[in-house]
T-cell receptor, first 112, second 107 residues
């Protein structure tokens, strides 16, 4: 039990649609990062939020966007879905920068 | 950017055997973590080990930060140890994952 919860666990969307994935953690986890894991690969960093501000972004296009709320929960939004966006999306939370990160169970997104 | 290489890429063991997984990284890091990813995709924390040695039951890990590598030891392996093991490093405050080691343990 990591204390990090993601929803939904599975999702099927059509190419061109928009999707919102959610992540919540136990109190105090003020840093949240999102990762995309394609089949057979390691997770790739999308972006990070620290105390509601974006604190770094990986090599992903602007149609990947996010939010962190005052209670430190977070959303990942993806617009204009493409087939290659099909992947496992993982959320990681920590008690500040450079601290141990704990992952949620992931959301498996399929784009058809 | 920093490169993270794990070896071996695949490992097949019989139950009870010991193994060593290696993680090499190309630059200094503030953080290093080892994870076990189960078949359902959950990343399970094994060790938070930027330097030094830690042990947790049958598992132990050593990170030599000055030489830019970390080792994960699994002793008396069990079938439940099967899965993918990832090393992840943080040169700043974002984790960069290696390519993983896929471990299969047979009875």
């Amino acid at each position: 039990e990591t204390g990090v919860t993601q929803s939904p666990t599975h999702l099927i969307k059509t190419r061109g649609q928009q999707v919102t994935l959610r992540c919540s953690s136990q109190s105090g986890h003020n840093t949240v990062s999102w990762y995309q894991q394609a089949l057979g690969q390691g997770p790739q960093f999308i972006f990070q939020y620290y105390r509601e501000e974006e604190n770094g972004r990986g090599n992903f296009p602007p149609r990947f966007s996010g939010l962190q709320f005052p209670n430190y929960s977070s959303e990942l939004n993806v617009n204009a879905l493409e087939l290659d966006d099909s992947a496992l999306y993982l959320c990681a939370c920590s008690l500040g920068l450079d601290s141990e990160a704990f992952f949620g169970q992931g959301t498996r997104l399929t784009v058809v | 950017g920093i490169q993270v290489e794990q070896s071996p890429p695949d490992l097949i063991l019989q139950e009870g055997a010991n193994s060593t997984l290696r993680c090499n990284f190309s630059d200094s890091v503030n953080n290093l973590q080892w994870f076990h990813q189960n078949p359902w995709g959950q990343l399970i924390n094994l060790f938070y080990i930027p330097s030094g040695t830690k042990q947790n039951g049958r598992l132990s890990a050593t990170t030599v930060a000055t030489e830019r590598y970390s080792l994960l030891y699994i002793s008396s392996s069990q079938t439940t140890d099967s899965g993918v093991y990832f090393c992840a490093v943080a040169p700043t405050d974002k984790l960069i994952f290696g390519t993983g080691t896929r471990l299969q343990v047979f009875p």
